[in-house]
């Protein structure tokens, strides 16, 4: 079934919009957490250290340390926030696949790998 | 925290004020701001996006085709973020806040028409059309190899800084390659997501992102710009660009003065 364009932006559309709520909830579920833990303490960020590296990294993230806590929610509603425009190039893979247009399904693809290859850690260094 | 002044700020203006007055006044370092107005500009214009890619105002072809410029100059920028030092880094901030300033203060000339376009637009098919209050109006892309340099250097921009970079975005696609003012803007918000989520991933693995830090920007950034979208259409435009020039120019001369005298 050929896919008109004016669908694909619906679809887009909509994409991006839950993305976003759906992070926006967790991070403020995290938050919430965050904030009867740790209350207003001043925190230090004068001082540039760096976050511990189960911070860092997708899989750390989600399985590193056991043990589940708000720093690690919250970080976990900030990686949904970055994946939903990714989600919106790798639909709009999709989309174009759908459209038979080639040209643009290799655009696109480039893209995606672009994006990809920063968030899997091979760019950090 | 300081997210509501944060978020009031933000519904007037875009990333590129987050950063430094996180630094400026809270005395934050400068690489977790950078972390976090990164965060918040793929928030807002991921919201904002959804909405234009809705009424059909951005091109997503055009948006696509730009996107491997951007992200490609996004991660080089993002690698070199962490190569430079920060006054060095201050001092391009100030002078991109000055840019900022410069153009709010301006109004905008209308975009010149009846270009012939170009074989390379036509190729890629880059060319489109959009609703407006008289009824659909075409348009024709020219320049493009002129617009993709200067969204690489946008996309590095971006990168090195942690902003969405809107502004030169905006300047590549209207001014080189002749795109309509309208859907320059609205296709700008839509590949400032993805160019953001190019740098993110290499600032995540950094550790310049910081959950705690991170979480009141960007809820507050959220929320500001969705009072901000309420508010703005009654406010006084002109009054408003003016006040907020202003601002941006103090942030950018202090942005440069603290890089300068070893501050940051």
Redesign the interface.
């Known amino acids: 079934m050929p896919l008109s364009?004016?669908k694909?932006?619906?679809i887009?559309?909509?994409l991006?919009?839950y993305?976003?709520m759906l992070?926006?909830s967790v991070?403020?579920a995290?938050?919430i957490w965050?904030l009867i833990q740790?209350g207003?303490s001043p925190?230090g960020?004068?001082?540039?250290?760096?976050?511990?590296e189960y911070?860092?990294?997708l899989r750390g993230i989600v399985s590193g340390v056991p043990g589940f806590h708000?720093?690690?929610m919250?970080?976990l509603g900030?990686?949904l926030?970055?994946?939903?425009?990714?989600a919106?190039?790798a639909f709009?893979v999709v989309a174009f696949i759908l459209q038979r247009d080639r040209?643009?399904v290799a655009?696109?693809l480039?893209?995606l790998s672009?994006?990809l290859?920063?968030?899997?850690?091979r760019?950090?260094? | 925290?300081a997210a509501g002044f944060l978020g009031a700020l933000t519904g007037l203006g875009g990333g590129v004020v987050i950063t430094p007055a996180m630094v400026l006044l809270?005395?934050?370092?400068?690489?977790?701001a950078m972390g976090a107005a990164l965060?918040s500009v793929?928030?807002t214009s991921?919201?904002a996006?959804?909405?234009y890619?809705?009424e059909?105002l951005s091109n997503?072809?055009i948006g696509?085709?730009l996107?491997?410029a951007t992200?490609?100059g996004?991660?080089c920028g993002?690698?070199a973020a962490?190569k430079v030092s920060p006054s060095i880094l201050g001092v391009i901030f100030g002078a991109v806040l000055l840019h900022a300033a410069w153009t709010s203060m301006r109004s905008h000339p209308a975009t010149r028409n009846g270009e012939p376009g170009d074989r390379l637009a036509e190729r890629?098919r880059l060319n489109g059309s959009f609703p407006t209050p008289e009824g659909v109006r075409s348009y024709k892309v020219s320049h493009v190899k002129t617009g993709f340099g200067l969204m690489f250097i946008a996309g590095a921009v971006s990168g090195l800084l942690g902003i969405g970079s809107g502004a030169l975005k905006v300047l590549a696609m209207d001014r080189a390659m002749r795109i309509p003012f309208k859907v320059s803007t609205t296709t700008s918000n839509f590949m400032i997501?993805?160019t953001?989520?190019?740098?993110?991933?290499?600032y995540?693995?950094?550790?310049?992102?910081?959950?705690?830090?991170?979480?009141?920007v960007?809820?507050g950034v959220?929320g500001g710009s969705m009072l901000g979208a309420r508010v703005l259409p009654g406010a006084p435009t002109l009054t408003l660009r003016r006040v907020f020039g202003i601002v941006v120019g103090a942030l950018a001369v202090e942005m440069i003065y603290s890089a300068l005298t070893g501050k940051l």
């Open positions: 364009d004016r694909v932006d619906e887009i559309g909509g991006l919009r993305g976003v992070s926006a991070v403020g995290g938050g965050y740790y207003t925190p960020y004068h001082v540039f250290r760096g976050e511990p911070l860092r990294h708000c720093r690690r919250i970080q900030l990686v926030l970055i994946a939903t425009p990714v919106r190039v709009s040209m643009y655009i696109t480039i893209v672009v994006l290859f920063s968030l899997t850690g760019a950090g260094g | 925290m809270l005395g934050i370092d400068l690489h977790y965060i793929i928030a991921s919201g996006a959804a909405a890619v809705r059909g997503i072809r696509m085709f996107e491997i992200t490609v996004a991660v993002a690698f962490a890629l997501g993805v953001a989520a190019a740098s993110a991933g290499v995540l693995n950094r550790g310049y992102i910081d959950p705690g830090l991170t979480m009141p960007v809820l959220l």
